[in-house]
């Protein structure tokens, strides 16, 4: 499992990396797994584990993270 921060909102937000398309991510008022899926079109999509629904928030999120993660070759 790997650690870092990522910017959302004006805010640093922590992030572990629990599997390779598995994340726990501490926002403010709480903490969430989220889960990073790929459709029949290879188009990355981002849920709430246990949910079947994408936010804008977990997109926002799921945005952040791919980004972190592409400026630090993970």
Same mark, same amino acid.
């Given at each position: 499992? *790997? *650690? #870092?921060?990522?910017?959302?909102?004006?805010?640093?937000? &922590?992030?572990?990396?629990?599997?390779?398309?598995? #994340?726990?991510?501490? +926002?403010?008022?709480?903490?969430?797994? +989220?889960?990073?899926?790929?459709?029949?079109? &290879?188009?990355?999509? @981002? #849920?709430?584990? &246990?949910? !079947?629904?994408?936010?804008?928030?977990? *997109?926002? =999120?799921?945005?952040? =993270?791919?980004? @972190? +993660?592409?400026?630090?070759? !993970?």
């Amino acid at each position: 499992m *790997s *650690s #870092f921060h990522i910017q959302l909102n004006n805010h640093e937000i &922590g992030v572990v990396r629990q599997d390779e398309d598995v #994340f726990i991510v501490r +926002l403010p008022e709480k903490t969430i797994h +989220l889960e990073k899926r790929e459709d029949n079109e &290879g188009a990355n999509h @981002w #849920f709430e584990e &246990g949910k !079947d629904n994408e936010t804008t928030q977990t *997109s926002e =999120i799921g945005t952040a =993270i791919e980004t @972190w +993660l592409a400026q630090h070759n !993970d």
